[in-house]
């Protein structure tokens, strides 16, 4: 399993120092050079040159290496040079380039080991190599639908990526670094700073080049750098905008598309403590003294993507989606303990036009949001979770609408949805320890106490609210639970009858659909619009509803 857990690009680029007593061109470099080691990164150098108050770091290249993968960043020639002020300038080439090379060995034993084999038990015999018209060999095999005898071919194993080669540009980028109040601040400025993808070398031997890039315009931040006991980084930056674009064609078909995201915020804090390295090995073990949080704010993100293909009649088929959104904000912090997640969003619309669908369909929302927070270590004592998740204002186009609603029968307000969960798990297998998650065969916990605050669904007219709390019986789990849990439904009559105007549900069975309902919902005496339901799960599995044994 391929695993890289360094900074990002820009990260890495920026990533400074601990604390320095005085800052010299020398002292940064050390300090700079040591902290990507922190990363988890190898740093190689052909020379380091000093020459008076300036320092030149000759081919300097960053490596990382993992159990199935390698990265590769070659920055080429870095200097760093006295301001006279107690300053150092760094200063970056105008262009990098890196590459991601896979080891795809334990892929291919797979597929050998997955082999066709003949009624001998032997693997049935290999195709030959054919040259298609454009010159690129390919797999016969793959090809064939059947053999010579008649019977079905397995089919090759897809290809995937071997190879990825990319280059960073950066022209007229500023970065010093400073001492202040000990700490060390590093402010930078990027004008433009380009990622592009290059090529991409495939297992099956084909490649493809000039795929896309990734363009940051006006990126300004200040990186703040301490040292008591390891290091604590605190980074906060603006960028204008942020594009991602891409174009790739193949012979059965290409993609196209542009996700542009403007006036992005950031900010973090990360704590490493001494001795730890952020590194291919690292592991739930390393986490303690480990702390990373942060922040992304943006002011909007558009987005539009076409793909044209073929479909399995090789008839050509065109997918495309387009959305608008507004103030998009996320969180995230890790520590040795817990993890969160969250994150949320303002109005936003997405149009799709998918190839077995009739006409353009869509939706928009006024707002949407999700937090998660669980624990991160294995522990044989119970944790608390928590999940939250709220759509509000969720409208269909009138496209959809017209698939299955063209009389009008169904009232179209706003939907919204919400969600608030929490309750105690344990954890037996820890979320870092990425061998032990990837085992289809382990189980990494259980829950053992589900609380339901709020389960709340408002659409075509009824609304549908849901409390309770589930725990695991004596030696058992969440799969025969103990507990309660209460409902209340409003509207619903109305909603069966336009049902039934709908020809959803057929004018016979309209009867038979109510007394169902009856069996587990009850009147409100005081509303009788309104029906609760009370379902109380109990040891052995029994289930009753409103005092009525339905399991």
């Known amino acids: ?311 399995e009649e090789g008839e050509a088929v065109q997918t495309a989606l387009g959305s608008d959104v507004d103030g998009l904000n996320l969180t995230f912090a890790l520590d040795d303990e817990r993890l969160s997640y969250g994150g949320g969003s303002g109005t936003s619309t997405v149009d799709m036009t998918l190839p077995n669908l009739p006409a353009p369909v869509g939706y928009s929302t006024e707002s949407a949001s999700f937090n998660l927070d669980m624990p991160m270590a294995a522990d044989p004592e119970p944790q608390e979770f928590t999940v939250d998740y709220d759509v509000s204002g969720l409208t269909l186009t009138d496209s959809v609408w017209a698939m299955f609603d063209p009389q009008n029968a169904l009232p179209r307000d706003p939907a919204s949805l919400a969600v608030k969960l929490n309750g105690l798990a344990t954890l037996d297998v820890g979320f870092m320890d990425s061998e032990a998650m990837s085992d289809p065969e382990t189980a990494p916990g259980s829950f053992d106490e589900l609380n339901i605050e709020e389960v709340s669904v408002s659409a075509l007219g009824a609304s549908v609210n849901a409390s309770g709390q589930l725990e695991s019986p004596e030696g058992g789990d969440l799969s025969t639970p103990v507990g309660t849990i209460s409902g209340r439904i409003e509207g619903a009559n109305a909603l069966i009858d336009m049902l039934g105007e709908a020809g959803f549900i057929p004018q016979e069975q309209m009867m038979g659909v109510r007394m169902m309902l009856t069996m587990f919902a009850k009147p409100d005496p005081e509303n009788e619009d309104v029906l609760t339901s009370e379902f109380e799960f109990r040891n052995g599995g029994e289930i009753y509803a409103n005092g009525q044994r339905v399991k």
């Open 1 to 311: 399993m391929t695993t890289f857990r360094t900074a990002t690009a820009i990260g890495i680029i920026l990533a400074a120092t601990p604390a320095l007593a005085q800052v010299t061109p020398q002292s940064a470099w050390d300090q700079l050079s040591s902290y990507y080691e922190t990363l988890g990164l190898e740093v190689e150098t052909s020379s380091v040159d000093e020459s008076g108050d300036t320092v030149t770091v000759n081919d300097l290249v960053l490596r990382q290496t993992s159990d199935d993968a390698e990265l590769m960043l070659d920055f080429g020639q870095l200097t760093l040079s006295a301001n006279g002020d107690d300053s150092v300038s760094i200063d970056l080439q105008d262009e990098a380039s890196g590459e991601m090379i896979y080891d795809r060995s334990e892929d291919a034993a797979s597929a050998d080991d997955g082999a066709e084999t003949d009624g001998s038990g032997s693997e049935a015999d290999e195709m030959p190599e054919a040259e298609s018209s454009d010159g690129v060999e390919t797999d016969a095999a793959s090809e064939a639908m059947s053999g010579s005898d008649g019977e079905e071919m397995a089919d090759e194993p897809a290809a995937m990526p071997e190879r990825i080669t990319f280059t960073m540009r950066m022209p007229g980028e500023t970065m010093t670094v400073r001492e202040e109040g000990g700490d060390s601040v590093y402010d930078y400025t990027f004008p433009t700073f380009d990622v592009l993808l290059d090529g991409v070398e495939m297992t099956d031997g084909t490649s493809l080049s000039e795929l896309g890039r990734l363009t940051f315009t006006d990126l300004v931040g200040t990186d703040r750098f301490a040292n008591e006991g390891g290091t604590d980084v605190r980074q906060t930056g603006t960028v204008a905008s942020m594009e991602l674009a891409f174009d790739i064609a193949q012979q059965d078909g290409s993609a196209v598309g542009n996700v542009t995201v403007n006036g992005l915020g950031f900010e973090s804090a990360t704590r490493i403590p001494e001795g730890v390295a952020l590194d291919a090995e690292f592991s739930d073990g390393d986490l303690e003294g480990v702390a990373i949080s942060g922040e992304m704010t943006a002011d909007a993100l558009t987005a539009q993507m076409d793909f044209d293909g073929l479909n």
